[in-house]
């Protein structure tokens, strides 16, 4: 069965320090692999998703399918990222059927 | 363009009753699907919905059940409601294929006394 880890729950790094948010994946075949974020009192919106290859508010993330693994990274962190960042996985191209981790709460402290 | 709409943001129900929740979609949009959020379970699939039909179906017991109307509104029923049912219920829509990046709407607050 399919599955999505985020070994961590709360993640606190300073400002304009390196984050990497980890997301690790079970799945026989081939997922497509997104994060969301949620940022206070907002919705859960779409950060990026592996087949897009964007880089979006700084972030990137790469889809290493030895390690089953899609972390989020982004150089320096600004205060504006703290937020709830989800990683999420589908096992049918194009379908919405999603599978979330439990999320990791990210803090930049100032 | 107006983002997804949920209607009833809260709601409070006791065991054994049933509830309705409605989702509209962002214009255009043909898929709806629906997450259910509790702080133990996280995020979990329930449904989703593509032109009136049901697409794809998540782990969840037959008191859970949804439709899809002509103009793409969503519905979910709950029938003989749990505690452990209490929970966010949050709607989303999307394009249909091939696109399938998925906006949110707030959530419907349930809570099952």
């Known amino acids: 069965a399919q599955r999505v880890t985020q070994p961590e729950k709360l993640l606190s790094v300073f400002k304009g320090a390196p984050v990497e948010l980890k997301c690790n994946y079970s799945?026989?075949?081939?997922?497509?692999l997104f994060w969301y974020v949620q940022y206070s009192r907002q919705r859960l919106q779409l950060l990026l998703r592996?087949?897009s290859r964007e880089s979006i508010k700084g972030f990137t993330a790469d889809l290493n399918k030895g390690e089953t693994s899609f972390h989020l990274k982004k150089p320096f962190a600004q205060e504006e990222d703290s937020a709830m960042y989800y990683c999420?996985?589908?096992?049918?191209?194009?379908?919405?059927?999603?599978?979330f981790g439990t999320g990791t709460r990210l803090t930049v402290i100032p | 363009k107006a983002g997804v709409t949920q209607t009833p943001r809260y709601l409070i129900k006791t065991r054994g009753q049933q509830v309705t929740l409605s989702c509209s979609p962002i214009?255009?949009?043909?898929?709806v699907s629906w997450y259910q959020q509790t702080p133990g379970q996280g995020l979990q699939f329930l449904f989703e919905?593509?032109?009136?039909?049901?697409?794809n179906k998540g782990n969840f017991p037959g008191r859970f059940s949804g439709r899809q109307f002509s103009n793409s509104r969503s519905e979910m029923n709950v029938s003989t409601l749990e505690l452990g049912d209490s929970a966010l219920y949050l709607c989303?829509?999307?394009?249909?294929?091939?696109?399938?990046?998925?906006?949110f709407g707030p959530g419907t607050r349930l809570t099952v006394l």
């Open positions: 799945y026989s075949g081939s997922p497509e």
């Open positions: 989303a829509s999307s394009p249909g294929p091939p696109d399938n990046e998925q906006f």
């Open positions: 919905y593509f032109s009136e039909t049901q697409r």
């Open positions: 214009s255009g949009h043909r898929s």
């Open positions: 999420a996985l589908s096992i049918q191209t194009g379908a919405n059927n999603l599978f």
């Open positions: 592996h087949i």
